[in-house]
């Protein structure tokens, strides 16, 4: 075995690390893509009702305090899950009931805690939220956040 490396290995060990991780960097952008693409978007429940939701939640910045599937500000609870917490998948109209009702309580003003401003929205906005919220929730993010709360 040689005591030093020499110039054509160390070369080949370069040009064939590089190819190397190269496709697998390759591969795994294609997994990825096709994985988003055909196994965790639900296409057919991507109605205009949820596209009009992802604008109220824009055009509001309710990211300036939330979180959404992990983007957004840590002021206030994440918001990806929130359909779950409230019991969506048992219960739809309660939940629906639920989210509506607290975003149309607030500001609640408790002591100590955090408060979340009031928003003028009206019933259609309200309700497109919340279906963006249930559609959000459907997305398969294996299994993410590992609390409920989070
Ligand atoms: C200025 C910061 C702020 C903005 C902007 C904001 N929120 Fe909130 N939101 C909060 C805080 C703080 C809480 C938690 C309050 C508490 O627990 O008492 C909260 C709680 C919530 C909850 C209940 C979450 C849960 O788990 O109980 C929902 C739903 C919600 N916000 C929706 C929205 C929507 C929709 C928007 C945009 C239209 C929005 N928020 C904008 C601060 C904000």
Same mark, same amino acid.
């Given at each position: 075995? =040689?005591?030093? +490396?020499?110039?054509? @290995? ?8 590089? +190819?190397?991780?190269?496709? @697998?960097? &390759? @591969? ?5 893509? !096709?994985?988003? %693409? ?17 604008? %109220? !939640? ?19 609870? $994440?918001?990806?899950? %929130? ?8 219960? *739809? ?11 149309? =309580? ?10 979340? *401003? &009031?928003?003028? +929205?009206?019933? $259609?906005?309200?309700? &497109? +939220?919340?279906?963006?919220?249930? !559609? %959000? ?6 299994? !993410?956040?590992?609390?409920? @709360?989070?």
């Amino acid at each position: 075995m =040689a005591e030093t +490396l020499t110039r054509s @290995a160390a070369r080949n060990i370069f040009f064939g690390g590089s +190819l190397f991780f190269f496709i @697998a960097f &390759a @591969a795994l952008t294609v997994h990825s893509h !096709w994985y988003m %693409v055909n196994d965790s978007t639900d296409r057919k429940g991507l109605t205009d009702s949820v596209e009009r939701g992802k604008h %109220v !939640w824009e055009q509001n910045s309710c990211i300036n305090c939330h979180t959404i599937l992990g983007e957004g500000a840590y002021f206030a609870p $994440e918001l990806g899950n %929130v359909w779950h917490r409230y019991g969506g998948r048992e219960n *739809p109209q309660a939940a629906r009931a639920a989210i509506k009702g607290w975003i149309k =309580a607030q500001p609640l003003n408790v002591p100590g805690r955090r408060t979340m *401003p &009031a928003f003028d +929205l009206s019933e $259609e906005e309200l309700d &497109a +939220l919340v279906d963006f919220f249930r !559609w %959000v929730d459907g997305i398969d993010t294996q299994d !993410w956040p590992p609390h409920p @709360a989070g």
